[in-house]
């Protein structure tokens, strides 16, 4: 049989197989050996065309399965696939045997382990699918999907040891899934309880930005104000984090928590911030604010060749087309103490027409203050607004210049706004200082 299988090959022109040959004539063993190797060959040649004509699994799954169990024994995919047939029909012993063959063949596919979980699960096992899915979570962990299929089936078993589990999965999915960490920010502070969700936080300077500006939106501003602390401690503050936290506890009304966040940022900051507009604008918190957009502003911006005292003072231009009514810039400012105040300023307007001019106002709780307006030219004119604060919290002040139906409406000219000091004075005028 040798001598003729011999002959066939290498009458088919088969060189490679012929110099096997020719290289062990009379070796019997390396005959078998080749003869073995040449079999394997023709089975795993043949082997994906069986695969083909075996049909389709999910059509016939009893049918077809079997047959490709024994085309691919040792595929762990076809015995998977076979016990989920057989519990889709309620068979579930036969189910459990399946899986655990198709983990026999591949034990590190955290799928299988996925379906014997749930498995355990329909027959009431909970500890024995509490260890499958530990299983299946520990073998594929940066897989979102894999990793939030655990953790939603470990939620459902309510297993007092499966906490430490499910605390580990939620954190590792506030790092991996950004797209659904406010979710997973609830569902840690369900989980952890009064020991605090900070604590399952990832050491990530991006997760904890997210959960601090998660902590203020849903009006958990002690907590808030704890994790920005830590945050210091780490370093792990910034300008743009800053402005967001500032801002998110104003929209909370955490107007002192507030002041002493932006009193960090800016020690020894008066009540006014910036009230010589020797700085920029800082457009948010307790800073001042302006909108270009006002219909007729011709330019806007800080003068070095009008001020009062300091480099530079701030001003507005106007073409002489518009009737807006203008309340810029303006600034949010915080009053921790009921009692007596005054509040200064110099205006100074060169050629502002119209029914209206500008006026300092200061208005709140309980308070509103005017100066009185100026229109058309005036040089440096200190303004003076004297009033009781008798509730505390935040205040608005700001330049003002209300619109007008009268004949002479068009606003042109302009203005400038220079040292702005809101302070605090006794009974009889005088300061008391003006430290916010």
Same mark, same amino acid.
């Given at each position: 049989?040798?001598?003729?299988?011999?002959?066939?090959v290498?009458?088919?022109g088969?060189?490679?197989?012929?110099?096997?040959?020719h290289y062990?004539?009379?070796? %019997?063993?390396?005959?078998?050996l080749?003869?073995?190797?040449?079999?394997?060959?023709?089975w795993?040649?043949? !082997?994906?065309? @069986?695969?083909r004509l075996?049909?389709?699994?999910f059509k016939?799954?009893f049918?077809?399965?079997?047959?490709?169990?024994?085309?691919?024994?040792?595929?762990?995919?076809w015995?998977?696939?076979?016990?989920?047939?057989?519990?889709?029909?309620g068979k579930?012993?036969?189910?459990?045997?399946?899986?655990?063959r198709?983990?026999?063949?591949?034990?590190?596919?955290?799928?299988?382990?996925?379906?014997?979980?749930?498995?355990?699960?329909?027959?009431g096992?909970?500890?024995k699918?509490?260890l499958a899915?530990?299983?299946?979570a520990?073998?594929?962990?940066?897989?979102?999907?894999?990793?939030?299929?655990?953790?939603?089936?470990?939620?459902?078993?309510?297993?007092?040891q499966?906490?430490?589990?499910?605390?580990a999965l939620?954190?590792r999915?506030?790092l991996?899934?950004s797209?659904?960490?406010?979710n997973?920010?609830?569902?840690?502070?369900?989980i952890?309880?009064?020991?605090?969700a900070?604590?399952?936080?990832?050491?990530?300077?991006?997760?904890?930005n997210?959960?601090?500006?998660?902590l203020?939106?849903?009006?958990?501003?002690?907590?808030?104000q704890?994790?920005?602390?830590?945050?210091?401690?780490l370093?792990?503050?910034d300008?743009?984090?800053?402005?967001?936290?500032?801002?998110?506890?104003?929209?909370?009304?955490?107007?002192s928590?507030?002041?002493?966040?932006w009193l960090?940022?800016?020690?020894g900051?008066?009540?006014v911030?910036?009230?010589?507009?020797?700085?920029?604008l800082?457009?948010?918190?307790?800073?001042?604010?302006?909108?270009?957009?006002?219909?007729?502003?011709?330019a806007?911006?800080?003068?070095?060749?009008?001020?009062?005292?300091g480099?530079?003072?701030?001003? !507005?231009?106007?073409? @002489?087309?518009?009737?807006?009514?203008?309340?810029?810039p303006?600034?949010?400012?915080?009053?921790?103490e009921?009692?007596?105040?005054?509040?200064?300023?110099y205006?100074?307007?060169?050629?502002?027409?119209?029914?209206?001019?500008?006026s300092l106002?200061f208005? @709140?709780? @309980?308070?509103?203050?005017?100066?009185?307006?100026?229109?058309?030219?005036?040089?440096?004119?200190?303004? %003076?607004?004297?009033?009781?604060v008798?509730?505390?919290?935040?205040?608005?002040?700001?330049?003002?210049r209300?619109s007008?139906r009268?004949?002479?409406?068009?606003?042109?000219?302009?203005?400038?706004l220079?040292?702005?000091?809101?302070?605090?004075?006794?009974?009889?005028g005088v300061?008391q200082?003006?430290?916010?």
């Open positions: 049989m040798w001598s003729c299988f011999k002959e066939l290498v009458e088919s088969d060189n490679f197989t012929a110099s096997l040959f062990f004539p009379a070796n %019997k063993n390396m005959q078998w080749v003869s073995l190797f040449l079999a394997c060959l023709l795993f040649s043949f !082997m994906p065309l @069986g695969v075996a049909g389709d699994p016939d799954p049918g077809v399965l079997p047959r490709l169990i024994r085309i691919e024994p040792f595929n762990h995919v015995p998977y696939l076979t016990g989920q047939a057989w519990r889709g029909v579930n012993r036969k189910a459990e045997g399946s899986f655990i198709a983990l026999e063949l591949n034990p590190l596919d955290s799928s299988v382990w996925a379906a014997l979980a749930d498995l355990y699960v329909d027959q096992k909970k500890e699918a509490f899915l530990k299983n299946s520990f073998l594929d962990p940066t897989n979102v999907t894999v990793q939030w299929g655990v953790l939603v089936r470990l939620m459902t078993l309510d297993l007092p499966a906490r430490d589990t499910e605390k939620i954190s999915l506030i991996l899934d797209a659904n960490r406010r997973l920010f609830a569902l840690a502070q369900v952890a309880g009064e020991t605090g900070d604590y399952l936080l990832p050491q990530d300077k991006e997760v904890w997210s959960y601090l500006l998660w203020i939106s849903r009006g958990k501003l002690e907590e808030a704890a994790l920005w602390e830590r945050m210091g401690e370093g792990w503050r300008r743009k984090l800053f402005k967001k936290v500032v801002n998110g506890f104003l929209s909370r009304k955490g107007y928590r507030a002041r002493k966040i960090e940022e800016f020690p900051d008066p009540m911030h910036n009230g010589g507009f020797e700085y920029d800082a457009g948010f918190g307790f800073g001042w604010r302006f909108n270009p957009r006002i219909p007729g502003l011709k806007w911006g800080f003068s070095y060749d009008e001020a009062v005292e480099r530079r003072s701030f001003y !507005m231009a106007f073409d @002489g087309e518009e009737n807006p009514s203008v309340s810029w303006r600034q949010l400012v915080y009053i921790g009921p009692g007596r105040y005054r509040l200064t300023a205006i100074k307007t060169e050629a502002v027409t119209g029914a209206t001019g500008f106002v208005w @709140g709780k @309980g308070v509103r203050v005017r100066s009185r307006e100026f229109r058309g030219y005036n040089t440096w004119r200190k303004v %003076k607004l004297d009033f009781q008798k509730i505390p919290g935040v205040y608005w002040l700001a330049l003002m209300p007008t009268k004949f002479n409406r068009f606003l042109g000219g302009r203005v400038w220079d040292e702005v000091i809101l302070e605090r004075v006794d009974e009889k300061s200082g003006n430290s916010g």
